[in-house]
């Protein structure tokens, strides 16, 4: 099992910025994928930013070029740099954790961008 611990969402004016962390413990490993989805009302999951064991990052179209993910050399946190907020932006977001054998959720958290 993987734990998370979820961190900095919150209300955000558009234009804004907001950096959304999760660190993750327990059954962790080496090659694993991590990441964000964002959940909006009624609307499906959807990838916001997934960081692949090599490192290889990649974006939800909605977010490219003002969102960026990063990771530490531990690879037990994983940051969410978001800036040039839209109201769209609004969802709650989760932290992912994937490996070959599994895959698990954060809590969420939400965040709320005021137009």
């Known amino acids: 099992q993987v734990q998370f611990v979820e961190s900095g969402g919150g209300l955000a004016q558009s234009g804004g910025s907001l950096t959304l962390s999760c660190v993750v413990s327990?059954?962790?490993?080496?090659?694993?994928?991590m990441g964000w989805y964002r959940q909006a009302p009624e609307k499906d999951r959807k990838l916001v930013a997934l960081?692949?064991?090599?490192?290889?990052?990649r974006y939800g179209d909605a977010v490219k070029g003002r969102f960026t993910i990063s990771r530490d050399n531990a690879k037990t946190t994983v940051n969410l740099q978001m800036n040039s907020l839209r109201p769209e932006d609004t969802a709650v977001y989760y932290c992912?954790?994937?490996?070959?054998?599994?895959?698990?959720w954060g809590q969420g958290t939400q965040v709320t961008v005021s137009s």
């Open positions: 960081i692949s064991g090599d490192n290889i990052a």
């Open positions: 327990g059954s962790l490993s080496s090659i694993a994928s």
């Open positions: 992912y954790y994937s490996t070959p054998r599994y895959h698990s």
